[in-house]
């Protein structure tokens, strides 16, 4: 017997919004030595990671604690950077 799974389709939908929010990545890590400003850039990594967190780590269909905790995370570490500043 394999030991292998079958994979599942993937609509072409959810591969759409992976390649937004991949493009979106890589205009945000481009864009980020442009600006210079450690409020934005701090800004932009928390855009970032939220970004990651709910598209490629699926926490956008998960419970909505982990979304709250997620989004509460990058709140408080950016609330704390600016205080920092």
Known sequence: MSASTPTQAVSPAW?????IAWVLLVAL???????????????IAGVKFTLIGLVFMELRHAHVLWRVLLVGFALFVAAFCAIAL
Do not use: E, F, Y
């Not at 591969?15 to 390649?19: A, I």
């Open 15 to 19: 591969t759409r919004h992976l390649v």
């Open 29 to 43: 890590t481009l864009a980020g030595p442009a600006l210079g400003s450690t409020g934005l850039l701090l800004a």
